[in-house]
Every structure is written in C-alpha cells, then in structure tokens.
C-alpha cells in the first residue's frame, strides 16, 4: 500500500514537472550583436558606438572579460584607441513579453544618461544601469546582470546606449527577455536610489572615492571631503558631501577640481576663525583646505584627459597647496601655488630614485 502511494506521488511528480516545463514561456533574444549588420533598424547619434569582436582589447593591452560569443557593442574607438567619440544609439522598438531582461554590460561607473543603458517605456525610462569600472584604462570586466521589468509587460520599449563622456568606455551584449532573472538585479534609474546603494554610510554618486579629506564642523553643518576619481572628471579631485546629523548626508561638487593645473590628493581641512588667512569676505569665516598637488605630467593621468595632454610641469613632484571658501562651504577657491618650496634645503625634498633628504642633500633615506 506504501509503495504503491510513493509511486503514485511519484508519477504525479514527474507529470507536473513536465507540465511545468511545457507552460515555461521559452526566452527571447532581443539584441546579441552578431552577425554581418546586427545594428540593422538602429538609431545612431554620434560615433560613440560600434560592434566590435570579442577579441578586441580595451587601449590595447587590456582584455575584456565576459563577453557572450563573437561579438559585442562597444563604445571605444578601436582604430585611434580613444574613448573621445560620444554619443547615443537606439534600439528598434520591441514589445515587453516576459518578467526579466537580463544583459551584460561593462564599463566605467557614471550616471546611466551619461554613460550607461536605459529602457524607455511610453517615453519614460524606467530602468537604468552603469558599468563598474571605476577608473579608465585600468580593467574591464563584463557582468552579467538583470531588470525587472513584470509591470512593463504587454507594452512597446526601447532600449537607449549613452556615452556622452570624452573619457569613459560602454560595452553591452546578449539583451534577452527572460521569465528566470540572470545575474545580478540592477537598477539605477533614481539618483542615489539604485540598487545596492548603502542606505546608511555616506556614499557617492559615481566613479570612485579614495582617502576621505577635508572633513571640517562649521556652523551646523558637517562637511565631508574625499578623494573622488570620476570619468568627467578626468582624474583624481576632492569630492565633498554635507550633513546636518552625521546620518544623512546631501552629495554636493566637488571641493578642489582636477582642471588642468594639477590633480588633488591627502590633505585637512579647517575653520579660519581669526581670519588669520586674510580672506574672510562678509559674515563667513574661510575654510581653508591643504591638499596635495600633483603638477600636470606627472604620471597617474588616464588617456584621453585633457590633464594628461597638457604639457609637463618643470618640477613633477607632489608639493602641498591649498584651496579655500568663503561663503560658508557652498563654493571653493583652487589656489595652486606651494605652501613652501622645495629649494629649501631643511624641508623634505625627493628624488628620482624614490629617496628623501631631511638636511638638503647630505644623507639620503630609501
């Protein structure tokens, strides 16, 4: 009696099993770049985009990884190794038939308008993602990755490909609608609301933070200051956030810019209470930022920046400057001139073998 209800359950098992496999809606592939015109029916404004072979390098030297079969899309321009073509490309108009659309994309972490991959439904975007990388130049690593898109089913989109960055690299493949999600959920579509985004710690909005920098109590308020690298940017600056409770924290500018006078590294902040400075300017005392400058053609520029083709500084190494405001924090000042200058011979000064003096030159240290 036993066996023959095991069986029974058994047989009912296998049949819902095949059942289910018979009602799966099966996956349809939206977009994979192969073939001779796999761009046949797209819109293209500008030259950012181009199909490339999945053997194609990243400047040259560095491989991409992940990518699915032959071919991919790609916003590099291969024949000059650049990154400075940019522009949008548009997909063909298709209708949402399944849960899921799961993609690979790669590249360097920005806003998804500037450089990244949007849905668009009844002329709205509704999901957004970015790449990862957080430096140009560096890696290139494709994930694979997945919208939700269950509320959209039944209705007409299209898919949007952004690169409006001189600087900054896309690669997408393999779009395929899906009632199983691939990889990771992603959206991005919200500022500051994307998935994964930290909920408590302060965080920024794209590329990478370093050091944090500048961090200063003034009125209330308390300034935040890091070492912020994004791909407008162009290389390493002073990002800085602002916060009322040390919880809640609001993403401003940037506190020292790259520009093309130097990139800006470790350093403090402080409130000149006594203007000892000599800038206080109406009712604000300034708030004075020392930071470390790294002179134009000093090596840790990324290709494509204007901070990398600008011509090389007499002196190349790292010397302390400071920049500064004078409305409270709102807006800052880059002043580029050395606190003290090298010929000093009691003050640390470098050389090329990666050695210092503390007494001009008598003894060196490793």
């Not at 940037?254 to 400075?277: K, R, Y």
């Not at 005392?285 to 000093?298: E, F, K, M, R, S």
Request: proline share 5%.
């Amino acid at each position: 009696m036993i066996h023959s209800l095991k069986k029974t359950l058994l047989l009912c098992a296998v049949s819902l099993a095949g059942a289910t496999g018979l009602w799966a809606a099966s996956d349809v592939v939206l977009f994979d770049f192969e073939g001779r015109n796999p761009l046949k029916g797209w819109t293209q404004d500008g030259e950012a985009f181009e199909v490339a072979s999945a053997s194609a390098p990243y400047y040259g030297r560095i491989p991409i990884k992940g990518v699915q079969d032959e071919q991919f899309l790609y916003s590099f321009d291969m024949l000059v190794r650049s990154n400075n073509p940019v522009g949008a490309l548009t997909s063909p108009e298709f209708t949402i038939q399944r849960d899921h659309i799961n993609f690979i994309l790669g590249g360097n972490r920005g806003w998804p308008e500037r450089l990244g991959v949007q849905l668009v439904v009844d002329s709205k975007v509704v999901r957004s993602s970015t790449g990862r990388e957080s430096r140009p130049a560096v890696s290139f690593n494709m994930l694979q990755l997945n919208w939700d898109v269950k509320e959209f089913k039944g209705k007409r989109a299209k898919i949007v490909f952004n690169d409006h960055t001189p600087y900054g690299t896309l690669a997408a493949d393999h779009f395929v609608m899906s009632d199983t999600p691939q990889g990771w959920r992603s959206d991005a579509t919200v500022r500051f609301q994307e998935t994964y985004r930290p909920a408590f710690h302060a965080s920024v909005g794209r590329g990478r933070t370093g050091d944090a920098n500048g961090m200063v109590y003034y009125k209330g308020k308390w300034f935040l200051g890091y070492q912020l690298h994004y791909t407008d940017g162009g290389g390493t600056g002073w990002g800085y956030s602002v916060s009322d409770d040390l919880v809640h924290w609001t993403v401003r500018g940037e506190m020292v810019p790259v520009g093309l006078t130097g990139m800006a590294f470790s350093g403090g902040a402080f409130v000149d209470h006594l203007n000892t400075s000599g800038l206080k300017k109406g009712s604000e005392d300034p708030i004075l930022l020392c930071y470390t400058l790294l002179p134009p053609g000093a090596g840790s520029a990324y290709p494509d920046t204007p901070f990398s083709k600008v011509p090389k500084a007499d002196d190349l190494r790292f010397y302390p400057a400071f920049a500064y405001s004078q409305d409270g924090g709102d807006t800052w000042v880059k002043d580029t001139e050395p606190l003290f200058a090298y010929s000093d011979s009691k003050l640390l000064t470098y050389d090329k073998r990666n050695q210092y003096t503390l007494d001009g030159g008598k003894t060196w240290v490793k």
